[in-house]
């Protein structure tokens, strides 16, 4: 995306070194070196089981590593010694499940963290949130409870949560995997809209349209391994290894 190019940092503001992961005996993340750059979208794809949701929970440390380096922002998140707390406010996440909470209308799920955690005054929590929801386009919905919403409105409202604790990097983990078709477009157009402001954004998703339009680079991680690094183009167009063509031939 050439948009995407021309407000890219040339700092990597996530830095990945030989990083391993296991559960158990399970060996789920080999060797991961990989640098994220400020203002990058990268999109992160292959087959179930292949690691990519531990791939993105270790960035806010929601899966902590067992060897090798991850720095976020200067943050040696490798090291059990940092403060979590100060490394997650850096980072927004957006899952596949909502995870709103419902007895909380709209606008209480979104001021949550900002008034809780940031010590925001709600008067100015409120204000901000409403712009969020402006954002997200659906500032008509703030005194709704989730139930009320789709599952698409519900998922934009998880994305203002998101965005009001005011992070460097947000993190999207399958986030239109549960919607209904029709809703999965309002979904990517906000985060479309994110990428283009210069938010830095890690995403896993099997949507090949979005990551076409709208990644600086793809991954493809399967077995735990990344398999192949590369732009959109060169992901669709001359994929440089058997296995990623094979693997698109089936989604695409
Ligand atoms: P993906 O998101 O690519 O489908 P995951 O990162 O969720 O892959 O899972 C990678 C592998 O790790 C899978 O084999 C999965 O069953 C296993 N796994 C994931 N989370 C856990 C866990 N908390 N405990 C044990 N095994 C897990
Ligand atoms: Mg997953």
């Given at each position: 995306m050439d948009v995407g190019k021309a407000r890219m940092g040339t700092r990597p503001i996530i830095s990945f070194r030989q990083v391993n992961k296991w559960f158990g005996n399970l060996h789920v993340l080999r060797d991961i070196t990989l640098d994220i750059y400020e203002g990058e979208v990268v999109v992160i794809f292959g087959p179930s089981g292949g690691g990519k949701s531990t791939l993105i929970r270790t960035i806010n440390r929601l899966e902590p590593i067992d060897s090798g380096e991850l720095w976020v922002d200067g943050i040696p998140v490798h090291d059990p010694r940092i403060n979590v707390n100060r490394l997650r406010q850096e980072i927004g996440m957006v899952f596949q499940q909502f995870n709103l909470f419902p007895h909380l209308t709209v606008l209480e799920n979104i001021i949550l963290g900002p008034v809780h955690?940031?010590?925001?005054p709600r008067a100015e929590a409120e204000r901000l949130a409403m712009q969020l929801l402006e954002r997200v386009g659906i500032?008509?919905?703030?005194?709704?409870?989730?139930?009320?919403?789709s599952g698409g409105q519900q998922q934009r409202v998880a994305i203002a949560r998101g965005l009001a604790m005011r992070p460097k990097i947000m993190l999207f983990d399958?986030?239109?995997?549960?919607?209904?078709p029709e809703m999965i477009k309002e979904v990517l157009d906000v985060m479309e809209d994110l990428a283009r402001e210069g938010m830095t954004m890690v995403v896993v998703t099997h949507e090949m349209g979005f990551a076409r339009h709208v990644a600086d680079r793809m991954v493809f991680l399967e077995g735990g391994r990344i398999v192949e690094i590369g732009t959109p183009d060169e992901i669709f167009e001359n994929p440089r290894h058997e296995r990623t063509r094979v693997f698109l031939s089936q989604v695409l």
């Open positions: 955690v940031k010590k925001i500032p008509e919905k703030a005194h709704a409870y989730p139930a009320q919403l399958e986030p239109t995997s549960a919607l209904d």
